[in-house]
């Protein structure tokens, strides 16, 4: 199983799905169209291979690279929500706890590049979750006062990009360049505005730019004490 295509099409097997119950239960962030696209090429991958491989239950280090063994590390509620089609209202985003990858700030950035393969190496430590959160979900640790008062230097933010975002949500994105801000959607009749939480900040309401992506939704701040 030297290729992406190959090992997605024998994860997918495993699991007894087909391509549209797969995408389904991954909670429909890429299409059926997609999928079968990633099980033709040999490509080098997808940005959502933690989900894939999480609704497979597979390794999604075997799964991204082809090293370790296919069933290594994998979680027991997908083995319970593939058993029927009843259960696939059971998405990826909101159902484990466990410990999530912290990631440099240039990291985020890559993370929502379109072919960016998310790899365990990639994170310099982990931290634990104590909310729900899919398998995507990363740590970021804030940098500056943009976000202050709610928000302080230091804290780790918990970013789960499986969720949709709403208005008022605070999320990542990232802008055509690559770089990754971290900002409070507001979404208006007159438009998609990113806004610092900091009422000192400079230009702390701005317009959406052309081009950006919003990389996760924030679902839990904390300061790691010990």
Known sequence: MNTYASRLKLARKHA???QSQLT?????VFTQQNLSLLEKTDGK????????ANACGVNPDWLATGFGDMLEQTPVFSRQVSQKLGDYNVKVGNTIKG???VISWVRAGDMCAPEHVF???????WRECPVPHSSST??????GDSMHPEYIEGWDIFVDPTIQPNHNDDVIARDETGKATFKRLQITPEGRYLLALNPEHPERKIKVPEGTTICGVVIYSGKKRR
Request: net charge negative; hydrophobic share 40%.
């Open 45 to 52: 991958g997808s940005k959502f291979t933690l989900q894939i």
């Open 138 to 143: 990363f740590v970021l640790v804030v940098i």
């Open 119 to 125: 790899s365990f190496n990639d994170a310099e430590e």
């Open 16 to 18: 007894g799905l087909t």
């Open 99 to 101: 410990k999530c990858p």
């Open 24 to 28: 389904e239960l991954c909670g429909n």
